[in-house]
């Protein structure tokens, strides 16, 4: 197997997690639905906006990568809902719904032999496709981690975790 083959294997597996933590939906699964609101202890968010954070992170690098007119977004105004809004069930959905749409949608710009993950992206400064997808990974990770501790420290987990 050639090394590019390789890379894009390693790339995928990076960004679907499941190897040194755990993954999204893993980290998701069964949250209760009256809690998405409530802050931590200690915190200043909620369980929905880390997930929306992590959400918009992702759909900005995403669209770095794709779109050749893309505008730089506002620190950190557009990456955290405003700590105002309540979100509701159609709002927690549809956060875990973009968050895996725009997954998908990179994990077809990493399959796609015809790109070229080494060359620089033009509209960027010198970034490359290889460094957005191990940046969203990265990010992604350590915030799902977050989530996790999150849910351990409001008890949100349940029996057997």
Do not use: C
């Not at 931590?40 to 997930?51: K, R």
């Not at 918009?56 to 730089?72: C, G, W």
């Not at 033009?122 to 490359?128: A, K, L, M, S």
């Amino acid at each position: 197997m050639d090394e590019t083959k390789i890379l894009r294997m390693e790339l995928l597996s990076l960004l679907r997690g499941g190897n040194a933590h755990m993954t999204f939906d893993q980290a998701i699964e069964e949250f209760p639905r009256n809690r998405i609101n409530e802050v931590f202890p200690n915190g200043n968010y909620s369980s929905w906006a880390l997930l929306e954070h992590i959400k918009r992170t992702q759909s900005d690098i995403l669209e770095f990568i794709k779109e050749n007119n893309y505008k730089e977004k506002e620190w950190p105004k557009d990456y955290w809902p405003d700590s105002s809004i309540k979100a509701d069930e159609h709002d927690w959905k549809k956060t875990i719904e973009e968050y895996k749409k725009d997954l998908r949608d990179l994990e077809e710009i990493v399959n796609d032999e015809k790109i070229d993950l080494y060359k620089e992206i033009p509209w960027g400064e010198g970034q490359n496709i290889l460094r957005e997808i191990q940046l969203v990974a990265d990010h992604s990770s350590y915030h799902i981690g977050e989530f996790a501790i999150m849910r351990q420290v409001m008890g949100t987990w349940g029996k057997g975790h």
